[in-house]
């Protein structure tokens, strides 16, 4: 498993000894708190991509850390946003940051962390990074605003679905694996080439994860399930229902979501076989993601990146 | 009167039309909802400042635009976000942003100047700035979140509001004044110096505008009176008077707040003559930016801040 492996092990020691500076505050309520939310843990696979496409270039610790918590940092900030307005108890298994502190603390927490992850940037002196990743965070809330505009909208086309999703999810992962290149001075063809690749592994990343909310327990997805569709975010597999000949079942589904818990829901998913529709897309971007990849010159991330690429569609959690 | 001054008319028009770009998206109902909010204007002190500043040095309007603006975004990003927690329907006379759009969407529209704010200041190629930038909006975060903490606490002591205050204001007040300088090249000395400046006025700004709370009327002051106690934020005149023989009345009228929508609060803080005893602290403010301001060197800006501060203690609204 790349998680065993060395090298990866000691830079990630390094990005949370980092992650843990960022987060420090002098107010106490807010320390406590985003000590557990750094505890709660969570993949940190948006650094590990930096840190991964760092090794195509002059790979330089003292640089590439910092970058790679900014980017966690990012992510941790949008968490807790999303956290507030779709009012989420629990994630990845803990107690959320808004449900500890209250709605209002919430906001400017993550506001507080945007500045840590600027503050990061700035201190390793990277002005085009700055405005890459400034760009990427714009994208970020775009993603959100359409997620929150086509809420309990039945008429989600797919394509509206794969934008909003490249938005909010995919452009940090293309950020993530792109950035740690640049900085590491590889090429502007490599540079780029690991931004679609981070991309595609954002966009198989995010179907899967909106999967999961039908097909995961609560116990191993550390959130609700059918929290999505309580919501009103419709993923992939509604959408492919509610496109096909179980429209009329699936719209009805979706409107007594509240009462019966989400069974009537699971079995006209499973019957309109959409689940596994919504797979097979995922693992298009795998493929691309993939082939992209064995085009990459040798480095030591170069097998890392494909093993993180193939751990995608099977993923419980 | 300082508005009137050809030299800074000529450069918040240029200011505006910076503004009206960063606040471009491609959503349209976030794109409508930005426009009203620019269009809804507000007094500009903070880029107004920053222009000021930046004739200490040698002024150059390509860098010194696009960063007042971006001071001006970081201002109305906290407003919006401000607006949510406060849940304040009307700011400047017109709707506020989360009134128009929801919590939901003004929540990532708030993050989303963030991300513009950083573009402009990356455009401008400066990394320490970036830094002091980062720091400032931490500064900003912190003192809301005490004021979160500190809400409906009749405990809150006048250091305590001081303090806030001074993060959630007049760190950005006296961020826009010296950023000015700074990005102009003046010495340190003088950078310094405008910011200690900054913060009085800040620090006078913020005390004047808690009192408008209770002394203006909504048709002058946009808002609607007695939103800072209904909310639980508990200000200077109001501390003062939790402090004075007339406690025991105080603790009283701000029970009933809601029932008598602020009549007996209004003739308690009269009776203990509170509201003149905060504006002698605005005042000492007013009077150390005075005097510090007349111990700078001569340039176009300086009669224009004396003319700003002097406006402190007597504007209505």
Redesign the interface.
């Known amino acids: 498993m790349w998680m065993d492996n060395e090298f990866l092990q000691g830079e990630m020691q390094q990005i949370e000894e980092q992650l843990k500076k960022a987060l420090k505050?002098?107010?106490k309520?807010?320390q406590n708190a985003l000590i557990k939310l750094q505890q709660s843990g969570g993949k940190r696979l948006r650094p590990v991509l930096t840190v991964l496409g760092a090794t195509f270039g002059n790979y330089d610790a003292s640089t590439v850390i910092p970058l790679a918590a900014s980017l966690e940092v990012i992510h941790m900030a949008?968490l807790i946003?999303d956290d507030?307005?779709d009012d989420t108890k629990l994630r990845r298994g803990s107690e959320t940051l808004h449900s500890m502190l209250?709605?209002?603390?919430a906001?400017?927490?993550?506001?507080?962390l945007?500045?840590?992850a600027?503050?990061l940037?700035?201190?390793i002196?990277?002005?085009k990074l700055?405005?890459d990743i400034?760009?990427g965070?714009?994208y970020?809330?775009?993603g959100?605003?359409?997620q929150?505009?086509q809420r309990y909208s039945k008429a989600t086309t797919v394509k509206q679905y794969l934008k909003r999703i490249s938005g909010k999810t995919a452009a940090l992962f293309a950020l993530s694996l792109a950035s740690g290149g640049y900085k590491t001075g590889c090429s502007k063809r490599i540079t780029n080439k690991l931004g679609v690749i981070g991309k595609d592994i954002g966009m198989a990343f995010q179907i899967i994860d909106d999967i999961l909310d039908f097909t995961g327990s609560e116990s191993k997805i550390g959130k609700p399930a059918f929290n999505d569709v309580i919501q009103g975010v419709y993923t992939l597999p509604v959408i492919f229902a509610l496109n096909s000949k179980y429209k009329a079942e699936t719209e009805a589904a979706l409107d007594k979501m509240q009462q019966d818990a989400g069974n009537s829901l699971k079995e006209v998913l499973e019957k309109a076989g959409v689940i596994d529709k919504a797979r097979k897309i995922a693992m298009r971007y795998v493929e691309k993601a993939r082939s992209k990849t064995l085009e990459l010159p040798d480095a030591l991330g170069k097998e890392i990146i494909l093993e993180i690429i193939d751990q995608q569609i099977s993923r419980k959690f």
Not at 102 to 105: A, F, Q, T
Not at 107 to 112: A, C, I, L, M
């Open positions: 505050t002098r107010n309520t807010v949008t946003h507030i307005i209250g709605r209002d603390v906001v400017y927490t993550g506001d507080f945007f500045t840590r600027f503050m940037i700035a201190d002196a990277e002005v700055m405005k400034s760009k965070m714009a970020i809330c775009d959100e605003i359409d929150n505009e």
